[in-house]
């Protein structure tokens, strides 16, 4: 007997943008007449824009509910998932019910795993109110939650219905969670567009000012670059893996900080550390290292290892890397600015030689 399960599926959605958040509540109202809201965001973006945003999306006959938990990736757990699933279900959660998430990646992260297992999956929004979670974490489809042993060990592929960016949420980001984000953003020029990242160098003091309308061109042309890798390889079978620059190094980072040091600047720190491993193996040039490490420094991001941090113990953790296959670590690294190289394997021994130059 065999079950046939072919299946053709279309997750296609749309990224709108819109010029506040009122706009993104009336849109889905429009869209779920009927279906209860639940807006997942955390205090310290909810005391700026959940009572608003509630109002507009709040129906006659469906009301619009809130869940404010506490801001920080401590939250993005087991524990609160299931805090959070409890209240929905006591709300009355219902398959056809939508969950959205309005916050920064950590939020979108979490509110998407408890979307994309409640009733076996219901209706997900992304509202990104942070640049990190604009230019990355609200595409792609890409929900979990971390574990002691490991980020993002326990997760899914859950797409949004949509994802409704409003570039002027940026104002009330603080500046170092803004930087965070920049380093999002020049990954995406390093890997993947050197115009994009020749432009940022040449428009620090704007986007430092966070110019809108710079804001703006920076966050589609990101937006883009992922929608394009995400529509070769939705579940990063590989090519995907070219958004991992960085990655491998600065996930370690962040664990051995206890989640101290934040999404954002750990990557920083883990792209100039893979640079450097990509010049040593003779991939990338000496001056195309440099110009990745001023162009994070330019916009405040550390590109050295916290000077308390032991290199030993940031190695180990980049071995238990989700990309660890058969012994060996699996790095993305840099051909030169605008590409990079994905998946390039190396034993152990090696990877600790270049580590520790
Ligand atoms: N799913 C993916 O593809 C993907 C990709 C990259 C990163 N991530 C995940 O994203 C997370 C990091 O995202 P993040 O940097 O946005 O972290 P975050 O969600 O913790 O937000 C950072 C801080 O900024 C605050 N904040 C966000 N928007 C704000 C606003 N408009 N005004 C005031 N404060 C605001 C938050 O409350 C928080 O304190 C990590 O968990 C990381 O693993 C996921």
Known sequence: ?????????????????????????????STYPD???????????????AGPFARCVSGRTAPAYVLR??????????????????????????????????????????????????????????????????????????????????????GAFFQPKKV????STLKTLPDGEFRNGMAEVIKYGAILDGKLF??????????????????????????ELKRAVVEKDE?????????????????????????????????????AAEAKVSTALGILSSNDAARL?????AFGLATSFPAKMRTTAIFDMTLRDKKTQQGKVHYTLLEKIGKARVGVPMSRVRAQELFER
């Open 1 to 29: 007997m065999r079950i046939h399960l072919k299946r053709i599926i279309d997750n296609s959605y749309d990224i709108r943008f819109v010029n506040n958040i009122s706009e993104a509540g009336a849109d889905i109202r």
């Open 35 to 49: 279906a209860r809201v639940f807006i997942i965001t955390d205090v310290n973006v909810g005391k700026h824009y």
């Open 69 to 154: 938990i506490p801001a920080g990736e401590a939250s993005k757990n087991r524990t609160m998932k299931e805090s959070l699933e409890d209240q929905l279900i006591s709300l009355g959660a219902t398959r056809n019910s939508v969950i959205v998430a309005l916050g920064g990646g950590m939020i979108g992260d979490l509110a998407g795993f408890v979307a994309a297992t409640l009733h076996r999956g219901v209706s997900f929004i992304q509202i990104p109110t942070s640049l990190l979670a604009q230019v990355d974490s609200s595409i792609g489809g890409k929900v979990a939650v971390d574990h002691p042993q490991g980020k993002n060990l326990i």
């Open 164 to 167: 409704y960016i409003d570039v």
């Open 198 to 223: 020749t432009f940022l160098e040449k428009n620090r003091a704007a986007i430092l000012r966070k110019n809108p309308n710079i804001m703006h061109a920076i966050i589609e042309r990101c937006c």
């Open 235 to 271: 579940r990063e079978v590989d090519y995907r893996r070219i958004l991992n620059f960085g990655h491998t190094i600065g996930h370690a980072v962040e664990q051995v900080s206890n989640y101290r040091i934040a999404h954002g600047k750990a990557v920083a720190i883990g792209m």
């Open 293 to 297: 490490e001023d162009a994070l420094k």
